[in-house]
């Protein structure tokens, strides 16, 4: 909705899954993954990558800058209401054409329903706006003792101080 109200899009359609029936094409690749990470030796987010390109012609690791986290959430709830019954739609769509407004559909047969999501009904976005991004929480003091003491123990010496440092004293 905020991507179409700040006129980034005209349209924007999102459909789900059908729930159970979640077997796709991705999963197949997921399988050739998992086949080839049993076998292979990974002790740092670099050596995942590689696994993941090597495991499939199609297969592509897609890693995500760190620090790019905003608070997307308590950003939009100044502007949106929450969507009751959220979980009972698969099809979405919002319209340039009809601000505030989200067309959702049960089943792809059902009949649309159209529901008003603004909290203020006049309310136009004058600004593309972004949230602040939120700063890395990093892993909490017992988290790393965790990981020194239970997992650094089957990671090879190379990569133990990369994948689990010491505790700081």
């Known amino acids: 909705m905020w991507r179409v109200m700040t006129k980034q899009h005209n349209r924007i359609e999102f459909k789900m899954q059908i729930p159970g029936h979640a077997r796709c094409l991705f999963d197949g690749g997921f399988a050739l993954l998992k086949k080839l990470y049993r076998r292979c030796d990974c002790d740092s987010i670099v050596q995942l990558e590689n696994v993941v390109n090597r495991s499939s012609t199609t297969n592509t690791a897609v890693r995500y800058p760190a620090g790019q986290r905003r608070s997307w959430k308590e950003y939009l709830g100044q502007f949106f209401k929450p969507m009751k019954g959220i979980r009972q739609y698969q099809h979405f769509s919002v319209d340039s054409n009809e601000p505030g407004i989200v067309t959702a559909k049960k089943t792809c047969d059902s009949t649309e329903e159209k529901i008003e ?3 203020d009904q006049g309310f136009q976005f004058r600004e593309i706006r972004r949230p602040d991004v ?15 003491s239970h997992v650094r123990p089957f990671v090879r010496p190379a990569f133990q101080e990369e994948t689990c440092p010491s505790p700081v004293q």
């Open 117 to 119: 999501i603004l909290k």
């Open 134 to 148: 939120l700063a890395a929480g990093g892993l909490s003091e017992s988290r790393v003792r965790y990981l020194y």
